[in-house]
């Protein structure tokens, strides 16, 4: 092992760390989602690529960068994803999956095709001032942008975390998840806390669109390989469990950066897909999961 | 269809440490209806879960006819010639009355024809030939009940398991119920063991009777034997229902 | 003859004579429709036909695969690959194709039933095989790798080596759908058909009355494969390429479930009513969205219809439009 791959494979890890963050928080908003109301959103994906695309309009056309547009678009995602929940989910919960699974296929394809008709094909990505600035550690060095928005990421999270367990409806929620049944009795309004915690998984997803939108540019073909990516991180890292979803993303990350760089860039996710599969078979509840789930 | 021998040695079963059933031995011969009672959450369930292969025993056997059955799946149990009915009723809901038996019939009648035959004459036995294209899910609690019945005899068996059968009937219900198992014990030799709570179901029909309580066997005897038993009586202090 | 009987017990006879004029009527389309109806129907078929198979999984024993592509991929990989390096004619090559698919599906469905893996979880179980032989024909070159597979194509008919033009294909894939049919018919009256319910119904009870649960849905998954496999099969000899991009891809899972969900699950006019009003509507949005020349119009459509179908008829189709019509479907 020559120092030069030594330095490749650590630089792939701290790159895959950084993405991985990002990746967390996305799924940290389908953790929310599924693990309160067992919603299976195949729109996942689909609202973070929306999240892309206005956070790369507001700099495209306002100048605004991702990191100012983020609030306004995480406060704009949880208000469309209260109503949507309201409105259209709710008299889905409950109901067979294939049934879910259709109305939420059709939520992607109408958002899908919606930033199509709107945006083009054409990939769009944004040129930030910091984009060649770097921080060095020692040999390894780290993109500005990517640690800034890993960063973001972190604080974002940390105040999810802040806000299930330290607020009166962050506790609501877990309660309405844990036992349903015991929540509508103690006379929780077990609708409008799901449809709370719709808008606050959507508003996660907008954020983690707002960063990724910063290291990935954005196409409308990417959406189902981020629902999938989602799924894949949630189920790895264990349903309902907020450190689970950001491991599993920080796992699925580096996963991807270091087969990126041993095996060849298009089997990344190769590895991915092995991963879930033997979390599926082995630990279902995922790696910080409980069992019994 | 004859009875079976079925015979339980030194069963046993816990549950993350709680200990759901210890050391619980007896046995009904072939041909006889005997009766499991006890009070509440004692583990009469539990130990039909396990002739019924749904748990595996943590300690002791379970046979039938001298042939081990426990450890089995439960389709295996079935086979073997065990029939059951669940506590808390699991029709095929959407299916109809017909269809439910037939299912069942068709463990021993892989023809469909046949099959639905079979199943037809049980339900008329039963008293609900006239309700037989109804869906299960569309049936009052009693009917579900003799449904329940109906399609665990299809299956054949050799051993019927009952549990809790006669809960909600009225008392003509109950009367027909029992002069239904009794007529059917003693035309087939069915082997019969009936857990119950209704102890005008247990006088007429059993027997012998095993108490449980807590998990283990406290007293068995005939049903007069067991209405005079101390033990039983201090276990029932205050709950016995009386009908 | 007995089969006869049985497969036409119970059904009304103005609905068989309905079934039979809607075969005659089929029959004889090609001399009436031009080459676009043609191929308008061709779709329609294969949609029905796919659909039919991944029904027998989902619809009758009640497990979501969304990786149905992986059966369909790899059967029009094997024959057509047979057929690219040695020669090998489909009608011989298919065998191989079925058993290739057969096997992976009962990998799949074995694993997944062994380790209790129900609903979401068995669907992204299904995923992740469907996207993990993705790849790795994307880098497999005895199969063309991501440049994809051709079979040469010529003026001959060839009905051996599928060579040929659409009406060719049109009866193979009439005489698949219909077969298809045919064969749901006879399982549903079966004993495995009636197990089948029971376990989609209440498997615990199912058990207590003597099913054997895993063996059941294991046979489930490898005639739903094994079906689907056809499909593949045809496919490949009447589009002539394969890609491991499209052939394995998640948007051609979806759309083989789509047909069965919309047309009505676990029915057998289902799948065909879905992919009917699936392909009209394909066909209407793909006109209407002509005025717009707004890229991605067709699809929104599309998802439109897709959202208010499961939100108006969330059962499908064809058990309201039976109800209407005042036919029962025996829907068991």
């Known amino acids: 092992m020559t120092s030069d791959f030594l330095l490749s494979l650590a630089q792939a890890v701290s790159k895959g760390l950084l993405t991985g963050m990002v990746y967390g928080l996305m799924a940290l908003g389908l953790s929310v989602i599924f693990g309160v109301m067992r919603v299976v959103n195949f729109a996942h994906g689909e609202i973070m690529v929306v999240g892309m695309y206005l956070a790369w309009m507001g700099f495209e056309y306002l100048q605004v960068s991702p990191m100012l547009s983020l609030p306004v678009i995480a406060a704009l995602f949880f208000a469309a994803g209260y109503a949507l929940q309201r409105t259209l989910i709710s008299p889905f919960i409950g109901r067979p999956e294939h049934q879910q699974f259709l109305l939420l296929l059709a939520v992607a394809i109408l958002l899908v095709n919606g930033c199509l008709a709107i945006a ?161 078979l082995l630990r279902p509840q995922g790696l910080f999961g409980k069992s019994g789930a | 269809m004859s009875g079976a021998r079925l015979e339980l040695d030194g069963v046993g079963k816990a549950f993350r440490g709680l200990r759901a059933v210890h050391d619980v031995s007896f046995s009904v011969p072939a041909g006889t209806i005997h009766a499991l009672i006890g009070p509440n959450g004692a583990g009469k369930t539990t130990i039909f879960n396990m002739i019924a292969g749904v748990y595996v025993p943590d300690a002791g056997t379970v046979t039938l006819d001298g042939r081990k059955i426990s450890g089995l799946r439960p389709d295996r149990v079935c086979d073997a010639g065990v029939g059951r009915t669940f506590q808390i009723v699991k029709p095929f809901r959407g299916l109809s009355v017909l269809e439910n038996v037939t299912i069942g019939a068709l463990h021993q009648r892989p023809d469909l024809g046949e099959a639905r035959e079979v199943a037809a004459s049980l339900l008329a036995q039963l008293g609900l030939h006239d309700r037989r294209h109804q869906l299960a899910e569309n049936l009052t609690l009693p009917d579900r009940k003799r449904l329940e019945v109906a399609r665990a005899l299809a299956t054949e068996p050799k051993v019927l398991l009952l549990d809790e059968v006669m809960a909600g009937l009225r008392p003509t219900e109950i009367d027909v119920m029992v002069a239904f198992l009794r007529d059917l014990n003693a035309r087939t030799g069915l082997t019969i063991l009936l857990i119950e709570h209704v102890m005008r179901a247990v006088m007429a029909l059993a027997r012998e009777v095993v108490v449980v309580s807590y998990g283990e066997k406290i007293a068995e005897g005939t049903p007069q034997e067991i209405s005079r038993h101390q033990a039983v009586l201090d276990v029932y202090l205050g709950e016995q229902e009386m009908s | 003859m007995k089969l006869i009987r049985r497969l036409t017990d119970g059904v009304p006879s103005r609905a068989l004579w309905a079934l039979g004029v809607l075969l005659v009527a089929l029959l004889v389309a090609p001399a009436l429709l031009g080459k676009y109806g043609l191929s308008v129907l061709i779709l329609i078929l294969y949609f029905a036909f796919v659909g039919q198979a991944w029904n027998i999984m989902m619809g009758f024993a009640g497990q979501l695969s969304l990786g149905h592509a992986l059966y369909a991929g790899l059967g029009g990989y094997v024959a057509a690959g047979l057929f690219f390096h040695y020669g090998l004619g489909p009608w011989a090559g298919v065998f191989v194709a079925v058993a290739a698919a057969a096997a992976a599906g009962a990998i799949v469905g074995y694993l997944g039933f062994r380790f209790s893996l129900a609903g979401v979880y068995f669907a992204l179980l299904t995923i992740a095989f469907s996207e993990f032989t993705r790849l790795a024909f994307d880098h497999w070159e005895w199969a063309g790798g991501s440049g994809g597979l051709f079979l040469k194509v010529d003026s001959t008919v060839d009905v051996w080596n599928l060579r040929g033009g659409p009406l060719l294909f049109y009866y193979l894939i009439l005489a698949l759908a219909v077969g298809a049919f045919i064969l749901c018919r006879a399982l549903l009256e079966s004993r495995l058909g009636r197990y089948w319910l029971a376990i989609r119904e209440d498997a615990e009870a199912a058990q207590a009355v003597g099913v054997p649960v895993l063996r059941c849905k294991m046979i489930a998954v490898v005639i739903s494969a094994g079906l689907t496999a056809l499909a593949g099969v045809w496919n490949a000899f009447y589009y002539n390429n394969l890609f491991p991009e499209t052939a394995f891809a998640m948007g051609r899972s979806i759309e083989i479930t789509l047909a069965p969900i919309i047309g009505g699950l676990g029915t057998l006019f289902g799948p065909m009513v879905g992919a009917v009003v699936l392909t009209g509507l394909g066909e209407v949005f793909t006109d209407a969205s002509e005025y717009f020349h707004v890229p991605g119009m067709k699809q929104i459509f599309y998802g439109l219809a897709l959202l208010v179908i499961v939100i108006y008829r969330p059962a499908g189709i064809w058990p309201w439009l039976a109800g209407r019509l005042g036919i029962g479907e025996r829907r068991p």
């Open chain 1, 120 to 280: 083009g094909p054409d990939s769009r990505s944004i040129q930030m001032e910091s984009q060649f600035d770097s921080y060095d550690l020692g040999p390894l060095v780290f993109d500005a942008v990517r640690l800034h928005a890993a960063l973001a990421a972190v604080a974002i999270a940390g105040l999810l975390w802040l806000f299930f367990t330290r607020t009166r409806t962050g506790k609501s929620i877990r309660a309405a998840a844990d036992n349903n049944m015991g929540a509508l009795v103690v006379g929780l309004d077990v609708r409008r806390l799901y449809a709370f915690t719709f808008g606050v998984g959507a508003a996660c997803v907008g954020a983690a669109g707002a960063l990724m939108i910063t290291i990935i540019p954005v196409t409308p073909f990417l959406a189902a390989e981020y629902t999938l990516l989602a799924f894949v991180i949630v189920i790895v890292g264990g349903l309902g469990s907020m450190t689970g979803a950001l491991m599993g993303g920080l796992l699925i990350g580096v996963s991807e950066a270091v087969a990126g760089l041993l095996l060849q860039p298009s089997l990344k996710s190769m590895v991915s897909f092995g991963i879930l599969i033997l979390v599926l």
